[in-house]
């Protein structure tokens, strides 16, 4: 992906940080997903007082994508707050799996975007719980 691509993504994922509602944490995300169309998606994280209620940033960029009329990802984006990088969390890493390949690529940075790191889906959530295990369930 080119670098320009990627930087838009963090540049979405930064911005949807800022408008994070995490007065309980303290710890803001943003998250930017790109979808097959091109189309950059973002979300952030909404905490609420009867934990664990709240949203992760990741689950609010892949519901805008669905409701944008995507459901395949291309590319992610994550900015946390503090000074180390932020990967999804593991409920967040099942639900980009959910819409993305094993090799998409989840690019991920601390606040100030100056240490980043770059991942694969399925490295980061090797063997995934999918849609196939659930073939012939119930039946």
Do not use: W
């Not at 949203?55 to 992610?76: D, H, I, K, Q, W």
């Not at 980009?96 to 240490?115: G, H, I, M, N, W």
């Amino acid at each position: 992906m080119a670098d320009d691509s990627v930087e838009a993504l963090f540049e979405a994922a930064a911005a949807a940080r800022m408008k994070a509602y995490a007065p309980y944490s303290g710890f803001a995300v943003g998250a930017a997903v790109r979808g097959a169309s091109g189309r950059i998606h973002a979300g952030c994280n909404v905490e609420n007082a009867a934990y664990p209620v709240g949203t992760c940033a990741e689950a609010g960029a892949l519901a805008a994508m669905v409701a944008a009329g995507e459901r395949v990802v291309t590319a992610v984006a994550i900015v946390g707050s503090g000074d180390r990088p932020c990967p999804p969390c593991g409920a967040c890493r099942q639900r980009l799996a959910e819409f993305a390949a094993p090799e998409t690529r989840v690019y991920y940075s601390d606040e100030s975007l100056r240490d980043r790191r770059t991942s694969r889906i399925g490295d980061l959530l090797p063997e995934s719980f999918s849609a196939a295990a659930l073939e012939g369930a119930g039946s």
